[in-house]
């Protein structure tokens, strides 16, 4: 995982506007509908062909696939593991039910989307959870591997996604495993499979672990922190047990709070879970500073710092919102981030979670997402003509 040694380097959290066509086909296929597969995989193939020059026009060092060919960054999973069927319900958001009125507006722009459903048609584990196919995510990785062919030079490093244990077991209602425990390290021996395979063709791996922040208002909303804190340290330690043939320096950790616009006054404290999560055998981690209910947690650094070898890829775009961050703005959160780090070589710019973490349900608009990327290189370079001077 490469450092900033000279300047600021910048790169995203994973997923990237999809087109309406690829979006309207994901879409059908989850609510039931016959879809033809040949034309979701000629569409994502043509999406990810797309993504790739984009990421690097916006000035991007780090970029990926934009998880075109998944329908989101999670339930994709649906046809790789085994043991799925039936269906489940999430409980909702506490921040959202608190709010009667937005939940209202939220549940009506919802109603409009063409979009895959991050809340209905949602599996459950009914039998022995089981990676079913390396060729699934080795067909992924070549595609990718292929596409970047063309853009040699133009970029520093790639990286893919995969979701944690904690995510996955979350949504999907365990009805087959004795216990949490069990059924998280049957997921996490399943995801082991796609976890090796993404770093053994060459590509960091990023792990999306938004459970281990976001359930304290979901699954845990009713129930006291200490229980929360020790589901996430069970899902560590299924991460850990995952990724112990995997370099550590390969793979770096997602956390957020959920990738939506909201109160977010129900969230778990960054200093809460830091202890817990920074026990991830991981070479850095990717963590949201720019939305205004988290922007002033980078502070915890200084109380609770990372190890000397692992990086911060910080925040520094709200992906929430169509405002277009001026790239001082930027500049100024990366320097903030950089002083507590006390080394800007281990800080990297970030956006706060994915554009379009299931399909069509981004909030921000395509043109809008190239334009606060390519804010946010600019504001690296100025934040880098500051941080690295002489």
Known sequence: MKHSETRILTTHTGSLPRPPALTRLYARRVRGEAVDPKAIEAEGRAALLGVIP?????????????????????????HRLSGLGDSSSRT???????????????????????????????PAAIGEVR??????????????RQALAAHSGSYAEAFLTAPSPGIIGSIVQNRHYDSEEAYLAALGDALRVEYEAIVAQGFLLQLDC????????????????????????????????????????????????????????????????????????????????ANPRHAHEYKVFAKHPLAEDQILVAGVLDTTTNFIEHPEVIADRIERVAQVMGDPKRVQAGTDCGFDTSAGRGRVANDVVWAKLKSMRQGSEIASARLFRG
């Open 54 to 78: 984009k990421q690097i026009e916006s000035g991007l060092d780090i970029i990926n696939n934009g998880e075109q060919q998944r329908e989101s960054f999670v339930l994709y999973l649906r």
């Open 92 to 122: 909702g958001w506490a921040d959202l039910d608190a709010y009667p009125d937005y939940k209202q507006q939220v549940k009506e722009l919802a109603g409009k989307q063409e979009a895959v459903t991050n809340t209905d048609f949602l």
């Open 131 to 144: 990676y079913l196919d390396p060729a699934a995510v080795n067909d992924e990785c070549t595609d990718f």
């Open 210 to 289: 938004p459970d281990l922040a976001l359930e304290r208002h979901c699954s845990y909303r009713d129930r006291p922190l200490s229980d929360f804190l020790g589901f996430c340290e069970r899902v560590i330690t299924a991460i850990n047990r995952a990724i112990a043939n995997i370099p550590r320096d390969r793979v770096r950790l997602h956390v957020c709070w959920g990738n939506y616009e909201g109160p977010h006054d129900h969230d778990v404290p960054l200093e809460d879970i830091l202890p817990i999560v920074t026990q991830a055998k991981v070479g850095g981690f990717v963590l949201p500073f």
